[in-house]
């Protein structure tokens, strides 16, 4: 099945892109939150949290209003800088760039709390120990705080991956799919098979493959992270 192919392949970039740049988005945002200095820490935390809690359907309608091609607010804003609009919903590889940054914007924020909560668990007392050994602010960060953080980074990963592999809501909210078929994603697929064309029985196979790929991809990610670790 050609589309089942292309489903594979735009998964598979989807989980390329946002995976990485998923832990490392969380993990600047919560090195600058837990900065003690940091003020209104608390409303910051709840600020980048929310969107996570906010339910995809609306956030998807918010997105689809921000980025219409012809009413879109961000073509509009580009417009005012005498700029020519974007085709961010129906464009090849701007519907791609919209749906990553809908998923990051939704899921930056729970990663961030879990790296957040990973790097309070880091006992001071390192930390000063560095400081009195004369390490500076990124040797510290470099040879202290990433090591330590890897097993939470390991953690968010996994999450990521599972996530992008089993991602439907986004895709089906924006684009449907398309343009084309350079959205579709695996699930999508799947959906379309059992819903759009009452293929129930090759649906209900798909979806034992895609649960096999999720676990697959999972199992090497976690191997492979863990030889980073040591």
Request: hydrophobic share 55%.
């Given at each position: 099945?050609?589309?089942?192919?292309?489903?594979?392949?735009?998964?598979?970039?989807?989980?390329?892109?946002?995976?990485?740049?998923?832990?490392?988005?969380?993990?600047?945002?919560?090195?600058?939150?837990?900065?003690?200095?940091?003020?209104?820490?608390?409303?910051?935390?709840?600020?980048?949290?929310?969107?996570?809690?906010?339910?995809?359907?609306?956030?998807?309608?918010?997105?689809?209003?921000?980025?219409?091609?012809?009413?879109?607010?961000?073509?509009?804003?580009?417009?005012?800088?005498?700029?020519?609009?974007?085709?961010?919903?129906?464009?090849?590889?701007?519907?791609?760039?919209?749906?990553?940054?809908?998923?990051?914007?939704?899921?930056?924020?729970?990663?961030?709390?879990?790296?957040?909560?990973?790097?309070?668990?880091?006992?001071?007392?390192?930390?000063?120990?560095?400081?009195?050994?004369?390490?500076?602010?990124?040797?510290?960060?470099?040879?202290?705080?990433?090591?330590?953080?890897?097993?939470?980074?390991?953690?968010?990963?996994?999450?990521?991956?599972?996530?992008?592999?089993?991602?439907?809501?986004?895709?089906?909210?924006?684009?449907?799919?398309?343009?084309?078929?350079?959205?579709?994603?695996?699930?999508?697929?799947?959906?379309?098979?059992?819903?759009?064309?009452?293929r129930y029985g090759d649906a209900a196979?798909?979806?034992?493959?895609?649960?096999?790929?999720?676990?697959?991809?999972?199992?090497?990610?976690?191997?492979?992270?863990?030889?980073?670790?040591?």
């Open positions: 099945d050609i589309y089942i192919a292309k489903a594979l392949l735009n998964t598979l970039v989807f989980t390329a892109i946002l995976v990485p740049t998923g832990v490392l988005l969380a993990l600047f945002f919560a090195v600058v939150l837990n900065i003690k200095d940091l003020r209104a820490r608390g409303v910051f935390r709840t600020i980048y949290f929310l969107p996570y809690i906010t339910s995809t359907v609306i956030v998807a309608i918010v997105f689809q209003q921000f980025l219409d091609d012809t009413y879109g607010w961000l073509n509009g804003f580009l417009r005012l800088l005498g700029l020519s609009p974007v085709p961010w919903l129906r464009g090849e590889g701007w519907a791609k760039l919209s749906i990553v940054m809908l998923a990051h914007w939704q899921g930056v924020g729970y990663n961030t709390l879990i790296m957040l909560g990973g790097l309070q668990g880091i006992e001071p007392e390192v930390y000063e120990a560095a400081k009195m050994d004369g390490a500076s602010s990124w040797q510290t960060f470099w040879r202290i705080t990433l090591p330590l953080m890897r097993p939470i980074m390991l953690f968010v990963s996994i999450l990521g991956t599972i996530g992008v592999l089993n991602m439907f809501a986004q895709p089906y909210m924006l684009t449907k799919g398309g343009p084309g078929t350079d959205t579709l994603t695996l699930t999508l697929r799947l959906y379309n098979l059992g819903f759009g064309q009452t196979a798909f979806g034992f493959l895609i649960s096999f790929l999720v676990i697959a991809v999972s199992f090497l990610q976690l191997r492979f992270l863990r030889s980073w670790r040591q």
